[in-house]
């Protein structure tokens, strides 16, 4: 049986460090960096400064003159809104394929960290924490699918077996049969690449947030309930989209209501409907 | 040239119904689909007589939630999104003592807290569902819900069939 570290000592297997983002996060925590910086950062991947500015120049935010210069397109959307979206595809890129092992299409991996990527960011705004750090969790939560995707083979197959026999959630059904889930090696993957605790630690206990630290524990806490939201309005596909457990105290750890909760559900919603006609259009 | 296809079926125009949508028609080339139907519930409808018949897919049980949303989307939730779909229907002239209905989806996660039914949204989602149907003495053929799969809805209106598909395979129904 293969072990997380086996795993993370074979670059061939691992996707590409995605260095720009948390270079990204800590220019717009801190507030040391300046356009400038970012532009730099940026430029050395000329598809991902294309497809920036495709955006900013889509229907979306608006704008009658298009802009063909980042350092523009900076100005005009601001830092966040930029982060988000190199996030979106940056992200595309890492889990934008067929997953076959939990019987996911190209994109639709993508969809569902999209989507969780959306309900952190709300959740964060409701609950008073920094949404770029939230959106960040959502972008990457399911990192490790794609590993496990490539490493393990027809193996993975007595991982359902599991889930219909037993009827428990996928996050115990890896843990039986692999010795570990995906969460974790998708922990292990965010600490390898160096992102900050707060984001890898509460992707690694998001199916179980209990045993997250304090610093880390309320992200995991909204990551837990984000995978539901997700399943919840219908951007969970795959054969484990349902496979999940919530606990009970989710509700207690967050401060929330159960109408506020749904009135949360709504607003997702909302936001992946303005968001995916223009990721279409803009061709992310 | 028994077996071979109908004209039609090489013109069938697919019409995808949303999260929180609804569409009828009588257009007997068009086939109705909806995606991802987890814990949301999908109420499909066909009138055998006239070939007409729709899907609405809705996602929360109760439109008191949000008015102002429940008026611009009332298809989002069970109560006011079949009133619209019953209207619709209407329209186009469809008799509900003949017209059969079917519902599918109402997932729910796979909880060893079986006290824990906020989160079984999918549950309460089919309660609300069939009580609003049964406001309208709706005739409910045949039900796919629960369970802990995503599914997806195909309805051809030319022959008032539905293939209800999941990630373990796909089953066909009969309005007729």
């Given at each position: 049986?293969?072990?997380i570290?086996?795993?993370?000592?074979?670059?061939?297997?691992?996707?590409?460090?995605?260095?720009?983002?948390?270079?990204?996060?800590?220019?717009?925590?801190?507030?040391?960096?300046?356009?400038?910086?970012?532009?730099?950062?940026?430029?050395?991947?000329?598809?991902?400064?294309?497809?920036?500015?495709?955006?900013?120049?889509?229907?979306?935010?608006?704008?009658?003159?298009?802009?063909?210069?980042?350092?523009?397109?900076?100005?005009?959307?601001?830092?966040?809104?930029?982060?988000?979206?190199?996030?979106?595809?940056?992200?595309?890129?890492?889990?934008?394929?067929?997953?076959?092992?939990?019987?996911?299409?190209?994109?639709?991996?993508?969809?569902?960290?999209?989507?969780?990527?959306?309900?952190?960011?709300?959740?964060?705004?409701?609950?008073?924490?920094?949404?770029?750090?939230?959106?960040?969790?959502?972008?990457?939560?399911?990192?490790g699918?794609?590993v496990?995707?490539?490493?393990?083979?027809?193996?993975?197959?007595?991982?359902?077996?599991?889930?219909?026999?037993?009827?428990?959630?996928?996050?115990?059904?890896?843990?039986?049969?692999?010795?570990f889930?995906h969460?974790q090696l998708s922990?292990a993957l965010?600490?390898?690449?160096?992102?900050?605790?707060?984001?890898?630690?509460?992707?690694?206990?998001?199916?179980?947030?209990?045993?997250?630290?304090?610093?880390?524990?309320?992200?995991?806490?909204?990551?837990?309930?984000?995978?539901?939201?997700?399943?919840?309005?219908?951007?969970?596909?795959?054969?484990?989209?349902?496979?999940?457990?919530?606990?009970?105290?989710?509700?207690?750890?967050?401060?929330?209501?159960?109408?506020?909760?749904?009135?949360?559900?709504?607003?997702?919603?909302?936001?992946?409907?303005?968001?995916?006609?223009?990721?279409?259009?803009?061709?992310? | 040239?028994?077996?071979?296809?109908?004209?039609?079926?090489?013109?069938?125009?697919?019409?995808?119904?949303?999260?929180?949508?609804?569409?009828?028609?009588?257009?007997?080339?068009?086939?109705?689909?909806?995606?991802?139907?987890?814990?949301?519930?999908?109420?499909?409808?066909?009138?055998?007589?006239?070939?007409?018949?729709?899907?609405?897919?809705?996602?929360?049980?109760?439109?008191?939630?949000?008015?102002?949303?429940?008026?611009?989307?009332?298809?989002?939730?069970?109560?006011?999104?079949?009133?619209?779909?019953?209207?619709?229907?209407?329209?186009?002239?469809?008799?509900?003592?003949?017209?059969?209905?079917?519902?599918?989806?109402?997932?729910?996660?796979?909880?060893?807290?079986?006290?824990?039914?906020?989160?079984?949204?999918?549950?309460?989602?089919?309660?609300?569902?069939?009580?609003?149907?049964?406001?309208?003495?709706?005739?409910?053929?045949?039900?796919?819900?629960?369970?802990?799969?995503?599914?997806?809805?195909?309805?051809?209106?030319?022959?008032?069939?539905?293939?209800?598909?999941?990630?373990?395979?796909?089953?066909?129904?009969?309005?007729?």
């Open positions: 049986m293969i072990t570290q086996e795993i993370l000592a074979d670059d061939k297997q691992l996707p590409p460090s995605p260095q720009i983002l948390p270079k990204l996060l800590t220019i717009l925590q801190g507030g040391e960096g300046t356009s400038w910086e970012i532009v730099e950062l940026a430029r050395v991947d000329q598809a991902l400064t294309a497809q920036v500015l495709a955006w900013s120049n889509s229907a979306f935010y608006g704008f009658s003159e298009p802009c063909d210069d980042l350092e523009t397109a900076i100005s005009r959307i601001g830092l966040r809104e930029l982060y988000k979206l190199v996030g979106m595809i940056i992200s595309k890129r890492l889990v934008g394929s067929k997953v076959a092992c939990y019987v996911l299409d190209e994109g639709q991996l993508w969809e569902n960290s999209i989507a969780c990527a959306f309900c952190m960011e709300i959740l964060a705004t409701k609950l008073g924490e920094n949404p770029s750090e939230c959106y960040t969790i959502g972008l990457l939560h399911a990192i699918k794609t496990i995707n490539q490493c393990v083979d027809k193996e993975y197959d007595n991982v359902f077996a599991l889930i219909d026999e037993k009827m428990i959630p996928l996050n115990q059904a890896e843990q039986e049969v692999l010795g889930n969460a922990q965010l600490e390898k690449w160096k992102f900050p605790q707060v984001i890898s630690e509460a992707v690694g206990f998001q199916y179980d947030p209990r045993g997250a630290s304090p610093k880390c524990s309320k992200f995991a806490w909204m990551m837990h309930l984000a995978n539901w939201i997700a399943a919840g309005i219908g951007h969970n596909p795959g054969r484990d989209s349902w496979a999940l457990d919530v606990l009970p105290e989710t509700f207690e750890k967050l401060s929330l209501s159960e109408t506020l909760l749904h009135s949360i559900l709504l607003d997702v919603h909302e936001k992946i409907d303005s968001v995916k006609s223009q990721l279409v259009s803009a061709r992310v | 040239m028994g077996g071979s296809p109908k004209t039609s079926n090489f013109y069938a125009q697919r019409i995808v119904v949303g999260v929180g949508d609804m569409t009828t028609s009588n257009n007997t080339s068009v086939v109705l689909s909806t995606y991802a139907l987890g814990s949301c519930v999908g109420v499909v409808a066909y009138d055998s007589i006239n070939s007409v018949g729709g899907i609405l897919h809705f996602m929360l049980p109760d439109s008191r939630l949000s008015v102002e949303k429940a008026k611009k989307q009332p298809s989002m939730f069970a109560d006011t999104g079949v009133k619209v779909f019953m209207d619709s229907l209407a329209e186009l002239g469809v008799d509900l003592q003949r017209t059969n209905f079917f519902i599918a989806g109402g997932a729910s996660v796979i909880s060893q807290n079986t006290e824990n039914n906020v989160f079984k949204i999918g549950e309460r989602n089919v309660v609300a569902a069939k009580a609003a149907l049964a406001d309208y003495q709706a005739r409910i053929l045949d039900e796919d819900i629960g369970g802990f799969n995503n599914r997806t809805l195909h309805l051809i209106l030319e022959t008032g069939v539905i293939e209800v598909k999941t990630p373990s395979g796909t089953k066909i129904i009969s309005l007729q």
